[in-house]
C-alpha cells in the first residue's frame, strides 16, 4: 500500500490556516506515517477516582462541592472564570492527556520534562496541576525534592508521596511562596488567562524560579488537522478548531497559546529557550507504534474531554449566540461519530518550550 501521508507545508505561526485542516505550525515536528491496517481502538482503561486530599490544609466545603452547571461540576475559587470543568469526568480526560505525552516521549531520557535541571533539584512546582498526575510522577523521580501542585480545585490524587504538597490557589494572584523553585512548569492551560493575567503569571514564575532555573510549558492547539486531505472543510473536526479560537478570543482569554507562548517566554526575559513540536495523532492509524499507540489513547483522550471542552465555552460563548446546553450535547455526539471513522488520519500539533531564568 503506498504511504498517503506527505511532509507537512508549514505557513507562518501567525495565520490561520485555511482551509483549517492545513498545519499552522513554525517548527518541524515528526511525519506521521499511516498503518496499512488498525486493530481495536479501545484502550482506556481508567477508572473513576472520587477521593482527594491534599498534604497542607483543610478546605471549605464550597471549595470541594464547587458549582454544578449543565451537568458538570466547575471549581469555584474563581467563580465562573475558568471554562473548565473539575470532576472526575474531566479528571480522566487529563490522565488520558498525560498518558498520551508520556507514550510520545517514551523513548526520551526523561518523558514528564525536558529542563535539564540535574540529578538533585529542591523544589518543583506544577501550576495548574490539574488531576496532579505529573507532580506525583515527578516527585516519586526526585525523592529528595519538594513537588508543589496549584489548582483552583483539589486533585482527585488518591496517594500522594510525602515530597509532594497540593494547594488550592489562583495563581493569577500574588504568590506567596518562601522558595525559589529549580523548576516551574505549566501544562494546558489554555483559555485559562487573559493577556494581562498571563503577563502576571510569566512574572510571578519568572521571579519564583532560582537564577538558572527552568520554566517549562506544554500547549495542544485545538485545531484537527490532515496531511492527506482526509478531513474536508466541511467536516465536523476540520470546524471544531476554528469555532474554539473564536470563543476563546469572545471570551477574552485566547486558546491559542501553542502559537503565542515563546514570545511569551521572550517577553518574560527568559533566555535559552528550547522547543519541541509534536503532532499528536487521534485514533490508531499512524504506522509507527508509538504513534499507533499515542493515538488510540488520544482518541479516548477526545471522547472523554469534548463535553467538559465544549459545555462551558459554547453555552457561554458560542456563535452566533450561546448555544443551548443540548446543542452542544448533539455536537460532541457528532465529533464522537467523526473521530470514530477510520478514513480519518486526523492529528492535532502540541509545543513544548522549556527555558532559563538568567543566572545574573
Ligand atoms: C486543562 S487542565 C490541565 C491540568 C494538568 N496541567 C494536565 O496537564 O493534566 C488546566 C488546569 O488549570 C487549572 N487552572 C486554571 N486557571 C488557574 C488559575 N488561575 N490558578 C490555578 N490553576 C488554574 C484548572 O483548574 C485545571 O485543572
Not at 39 to 44: I, L, Q
Not at 65 to 89: I, M, V
Not at 197 to 206: C, F, N, P, R
Not at 271 to 297: F, S
Request: glycine share 8%; net charge negative.
Amino acid at each position: 500500500m503506498t504511504d498517503p501521508m506527505q511532509e507537512l507545508a508549514v505557513p507562518a505561526a501567525s495565520a490561520v490556516a485555511s482551509p483549517p485542516v492545513a498545519n499552522p505550525a513554525t517548527a518541524e515536528a515528526d511525519e506521521l506515517v499511516v498503518a496499512p491496517q488498525e486493530g481495536d481502538e479501545r484502550d482506556s482503561s481508567f477508572g473513576d477516582e472520587d477521593d482527594w486530599h491534599s498534604d497542607t490544609t483543610s478546605l471549605a466545603s464550597s471549595i470541594v462541592k464547587g458549582r454544578l452547571e449543565n451537568g458538570r461540576k466547575y471549581q469555584s475559587l474563581r467563580e465562573g472564570e475558568y471554562w473548565g470543568p473539575s470532576d472526575d469526568k474531566q479528571f480522566e480526560t487529563m490522565a488520558l492527556s498525560h498518558l498520551m505525552y508520556m507514550i510520545l516521549d517514551s523513548q526520551q531520557p526523561n518523558n514528564l520534562f525536558h529542563s535539564p535541571i540535574g540529578p538533585n533539584p529542591q523544589n518543583i512546582l506544577d501550576i495548574g496541576t490539574g488531576d496532579g498526575t505529573w507532580a506525583v510522577e515527578v516527585a516519586d523521580m526526585f525523592p529528595s525534592a519538594t513537588v508543589y501542585g496549584v489548582d483552583l480545585y483539589p486533585p482527585p490524587a488518591p496517594w500522594v508521596p510525602p515530597n509532594c504538597i497540593f494547594q488550592v490557589d489562583d495563581v493569577t494572584r500574588e504568590w506567596t511562596f518562601r522558595t525559589k523553585f529549580d523548576m516551574i512548569h505549566m501544562r494546558e492551560l489554555i483559555g485559562a488567562f487573559s493577556p494581562t493575567e498571563l503577563d502576571k503569571v510569566y512574572q510571578s514564575i519568572y521571579d519564583n524560579l532560582q537564577p538558572g532555573g527552568w520554566f517549562e510549558q506544554l500547549e495542544a492547539d485545538v485545531r484537527i488537522l490532515s496531511d492527506d486531505g482526509s478531513i474536508k472543510e466541511d467536516n465536523v473536526l476540520a470546524q471544531w478548531g476554528p469555532n474554539f479560537l473564536a470563543c476563546g478570543e469572545r471570551m477574552g482569554r485566547p486558546i491559542n497559546a501553542q502559537e503565542t507562548m515563546r514570545a511569551s517566554f521572550e517577553k518574560a526575559g527568559f533566555t535559552n529557550i528550547q522547543e519541541k513540536l509534536y503532532k499528536c495523532p487521534i485514533g490508531g492509524w499512524a504506522k509507527h507504534k508509538i504513534y499507533k499507540d499515542a493515538g488510540r489513547v488520544s482518541k479516548e483522550h477526545w471522547k472523554a474531554g469534548l463535553e467538559g471542552w465544549a459545555m462551558y465555552l459554547l453555552t457561554k460563548f458560542g456563535a452566533p449566540q450561546p448555544w443551548l446546553p443540548e446543542e452542544v450535547l448533539v455536537y460532541c455526539a457528532q465529533m464522537r461519530q467523526a473521530l470514530d471513522d477510520r478514513s480519518v488520519h486526523g492529528y492535532h500539533l502540541t509545543r513544548r518550550v522549556w527555558a532559563q531564568k538568567p543566572l545574573e
